[in-house]
């Protein structure tokens, strides 16, 4: 997978691989403002928890970039401007997180001249960038020791390199998997409304030859009854402190699934993912979407006029039903409290 998140300097303009159009047509989003951002975080342009911190740390540098250091108002505007980056989506913790650390750096250097913020951000941007794709890579040398040769990983949701600053998560464990020479087979639930596995995680694999299925999400149980999977591997938007996991809606159901037939359920993250604020999953705020996301489907009606729809974009599973959370630090082994606050304490903060 070639780099679907591009910052140029010389434009001040950050360029999105638009996932909306995806696997049909490859197709940039230019965003030159934070607006632009707050809209391809807010359409599902861009997605996936490290993904949105890597793009919001870009954002970063665009609330800088439009300003005026003429205007004696400056610093108030870029606030206020970050404020709107961390609040685009509320479940992923990376998106807050990833401002919360470049507005560090800023107070940290609160005199500091608009250049020299511009030049400051980009640079944290870029290694914000770096650092989460060498996070993917090292959790999948640890994650890959999970999997033998031959089996079968289902995955919900594209937690993949488009997920990602690149490489992926859950589907970085399956591509170290396939670097140590292992044929892994990855079931991709399709994952309704957006489609993320069907569209995106199927998109991925197969452009990078790994055996990829596409499921409908109902079918889990049958595939599992049938001893199909070897293993469920995830993604997550937000850790709780005590292991509790948010995750694209259908993850929960999964997990109880994988546990009724004695299957691993791992979750795969970087630390960035991990939220010591939030005591348990009772905690992490739910983003209900659009209703029009779940009552039309390429752009036509499927569901009768006036009827309502539930659409949370995710779920929460209890820390019980996680067999192991993959980090880059490590691979953390219930109960998760104690190992959880350890990785957080190694992290940027
Ligand atoms: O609504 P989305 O597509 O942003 O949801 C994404 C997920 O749920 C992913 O599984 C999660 O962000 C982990 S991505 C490495």
């Known amino acids: 997978m070639k780099n679907h998140i591009r910052f140029s300097e010389s434009e001040q303009a950050l360029f999105l691989l638009d ?43 665009l609330a800088a970039a439009s300003q005026d250091h003429q205007d004696p108002e400056w610093q108030k505007v870029v606030n206020d401007k970050l404020n709107q980056l961390a609040r685009a989506r509320p479940t992923a913790v990376n998106l807050s997180y990833i401002v919360a650390r470049m507005r560090g750096y800023w107070k940290a250097d609160a005199d500091i001249g608009l250049k020299d913020l511009c030049w400051m951000w980009h640079q944290l941007a870029k290694d914000v960038h770096l650092e989460d794709i060498s996070a993917n890579k090292a959790m999948g040398r640890i994650g890959e020791k999970l999997l ?23 589907l970085g464990v399956i591509r170290a998997a396939k670097s140590s020479g292992k044929i892994i087979t990855v079931i991709a639930n399709e994952t309704r ?45 937000r ?19 994988a546990r009724e037939h004695s299957i691993p359920f791992y979750v795969a993250a970087p630390s960035s993912t991990f939220d010591p604020e939030t005591r348990t999953g009772e905690d992490i705020p739910i983003e209900a979407r659009p209703d029009a996301e779940v009552t039309r489907l390429g752009g036509q009606q499927i569901t009768p006029a006036g009827v309502p729809v539930y659409n949370f974009a995710f779920d929460v599973t209890p820390s019980r039903l996680i067999s192991s959370i993959i980090t880059e630090k490590g691979l953390l082994e219930p109960p998760y409290k104690q190992s959880i606050a350890e990785i957080v304490a190694k992290r940027y903060n």
């Open 148 to 170: 033998a040769d031959g089996q079968t990983v289902m995955t919900h949701c594209n937690a993949g390199a488009l997920a990602t600053g690149g490489y992926g998560t859950a």
């Open 239 to 257: 850790i709780a402190a005590n292991g509790d996991t948010a995750n694209k809606i259908g993850t929960y159901s999964l997990a109880l699934l």
């Open 19 to 61: 996932q909306r159009l995806l696997p049909d047509k490859e197709k940039w989003f230019v965003c030159r403002r934070v607006r632009d951002v707050v809209e391809a975080i807010q359409t599902l342009v861009i997605r996936g928890a490290p993904a949105l911190g890597v793009v919001a740390a870009y954002g970063c540098c």
């Open 193 to 237: 409304p957006f489609l993320q596995g069907s569209r995106l995680t199927a998109y991925e694999l197969h452009k990078d030859e790994i055996p990829v299925k596409i499921a409908c999400d109902n079918a889990a149980g049958l595939l599992m009854a049938k001893g199909l999977v070897d293993s469920v591997i995830v993604g997550a938007d």
